[in-house]
């Protein structure tokens, strides 16, 4: 890379976020660029010397002190600078701004509202409620979101939270089961037990049963299924019912179960 800077000199260091990774005992750290280390750790950024002050990895940065060549090749088992760079940008450890913070926690936010529209009606209307609104009631209600939790468990907490102030359900999900006739003489009723209701029901070639169940019961639904057919039959989430007509999912686990 063509710049570099001089790790003592605090006028050039007034832009700069230090990553920091320990790997066989030893610390080593890279000088990035500000609000540059979140756009690449989210793919925003793909140009590396917009994100590195640098090449040079050093033990300390503030001090200027540069790691020894033959440390990295020990630790990291290259020579190669930019590949241990991208390894400490990658893996490392970096303190937030607070801009960059907040910026986070207001994605995570959106993200958790999201999810939770995706996953729920208002059972008057049998609609989905639109982001907005999910996120108003967020507000209203002081949910606090936490940075280092994934926005499905947090909107799985908040659901719960939310029924205290607005009229709320989880959607039911449109599951379909397949699997052959003498696996399911063993387990029909419990699978059947399983569903709210049965749209459809098959007994010629193989079993094959459609129908509405609560998110919850999923799991349940899956593991009867791979437990009687030994993995061998299918168990997989078709829709969402809801007043808007049947959706389309596009993954069987995403954000619904």
């Not at 700069?16 to 925003?44: D, H, M, Q, T």
């Not at 440390?71 to 088992?77: A, C, E, I, N």
């Not at 059972?123 to 982001?131: G, K």
């Not at 349940?220 to 989430?237: D, Y």
Request: proline fraction near 3%.
């Amino acid at each position: 890379m063509s710049k570099i800077f001089t790790p003592t000199n605090q006028k050039l260091l007034t832009n700069v976020v230090v990553v920091k990774l320990k790997k066989g005992g030893k610390r080593f750290e890279i000088a990035c660029y500000k609000n540059k280390v979140v756009a690449w750790r989210s793919k925003i950024e793909k140009n590396l010397e917009e994100v590195l002050q640098t090449d040079t990895v050093f033990t300390n940065v503030s001090r200027g002190q540069v790691a020894k060549a033959a440390d990295l090749k020990s630790v990291f088992k290259t020579d190669d600078n930019e590949k241990i760079c991208i390894e400490i940008l990658e893996k490392g450890e970096f303190q937030l701004s607070e801009k960059e913070r907040q910026s986070q926690l207001n994605a995570k936010f959106t993200e958790t509202a999201s999810n939770i529209s995706i996953m729920c009606i208002n059972p008057a209307t049998e609609r989905p409620y639109p982001v907005s609104i999910i996120e108003q009631a967020m507000k209203d209600a002081h949910i606090s979101i936490k940075p280092n939790k994934s926005a499905k468990q947090q909107a799985l907490e908040v659901i719960k939270v939310l029924k205290e102030s607005i009229p709320i359900e989880r959607v039911k999900m449109k599951i379909k089961v397949s699997m052959s006739l003498a696996d399911a003489k063993k387990c029909k009723d419990s699978i059947r037990k399983l569903f709210v209701n049965v749209e459809s029901e098959s007994n010629e070639d193989q079993f094959e049963i459609v129908g509405l169940s609560e998110p919850g019961s999923y799991k349940e639904l899956s593991e009867v299924v791979g437990k009687f057919s030994r993995g061998k039959g299918i168990c997989e989430v078709v829709g969402l019912d809801c007043a808007d007509g049947e959706k389309n999912v596009f993954s069987t686990n995403s954000a619904l179960s």
